[in-house]
């Protein structure tokens, strides 16, 4: 398994338990990829590299 699959598995993880702690529940991959592409955009906007 490559690097960068193995730190995307460990994060789906951690969004999965940040969301179960919150009690929200597991979110669809649909609603994180539009989550993690409405931050990417905003930070874009932003200017922030990192």
Do not use: F, K, P
Not at 19 to 41: Q, V
């Amino acid at each position: 398994m490559s690097e960068l699959r193995y730190q995307n598995a460990v994060l789906t993880e951690v969004i999965a338990t940040l969301d179960a702690i919150h009690g929200e529940g597991m979110r669809s991959a649909t609603a994180i990829n539009t989550a993690i592409d409405d931050h990417l955009a905003t930070r874009n906007e932003q200017g922030v590299s990192r």
